[in-house]
């Protein structure tokens, strides 16, 4: 197998929405792209799917060995070998990559955040600097465009947050901050023992509509930034914007029932909203 076809695979497999945006690029974006996507698919599985931390501290320090190496022109892995030839062309640099793998650390070892600029800090890592390479990836020609993508990524980790609160608290995470748990009234066991049938509570509804809110005016704020001169290079962004933001809408409409369910779109639908977005731009 070819370090394109690995990577490939490992975009197509994921079931990611992101995967539906790449089908509308130029070949050698979508090749940047799905190989940038591949690898932090990599580095976010072994957080997600190693279960002891040593191990997965291990692995992650191989990762940024790998970083290293790869930009020092000897890449290894298929995913920094189908990377490292287009680094220079799209402006993907080390720390980049070191900054994900750095996200990805933060969750071995903090299951909670305090606040949420600590939150947002961590998001930044995980989000925001991937959205800076991906709008670079696109074909971005103005500074303002990665103010947008950094606020778009913020709002993606958002939604994905509020999707995945029943998963996580699986895992022993919570990502809701808990000065925000306290102001509302919703202890963390409530949502730890996500089965309850004291979980649904008004307080959490009320919880989650107000990160869903705040999600939202991340999306708005975004799109304020977005100069343009570059919404048509940038219209991969825009389709995973939009169907990010209509899961957000289905959870919404679905009265938040995350504890104990992940809310998703079809393929057919998330292929519709990327289409529509070629379509109208917007």
Known sequence: MTPQQYVHD??????????????????????????????????DDVVDEVHDPSVAATKLAWWRNEVTSSFSGKPTHPVTRALAPLTDEFAIQEHHLQSVIDGCQMDLVQTRFLDYAALA????????????????????????????????????QLTNIIRDV?????R????????????????????????????YSD???????????????AYDEALSFLPEADRRSQRPGLMMANIYRSLLREIEAGGFRVLHQRTSLTPLRKLWIATRTQWQGH
Not at 26 to 38: D, L, M, V
Not at 127 to 148: D, H, K, M, Q, S
Not at 173 to 198: G, T
């Open 172 to 199: 022993g995470r919570i990502y809701l901050p808990i000065s925000e748990l306290q102001q509302f009234d919703v202890k963390a066991s409530e949502i730890l023992k996500r089965d309850a049938p004291w979980g």
């Open 203 to 217: 307080r959490f509804t009320a919880l989650m509509r107000f990160q869903a809110e705040r999600a939202h005016a």
């Open 10 to 43: 490992k975009a197509a497999n994921s079931g990611s929405s992101f995967y539906y945006a790449f089908m509308f690029l130029p070949e050698r974006r979508r090749a940047a792209i799905t190989a940038f996507y591949a690898f932090c698919r990599e580095v």
């Open 166 to 170: 029943g998963d996580d608290a699986r």
């Open 121 to 156: 800090g961590y998001c930044h890592l995980v989000a925001g600097v991937v959205g800076e390479v991906a709008c670079n990836i696109f074909g971005r020609t103005l500074p303002a465009t990665v103010t947008y993508a950094h606020r778009l990524g913020l709002a993606m």
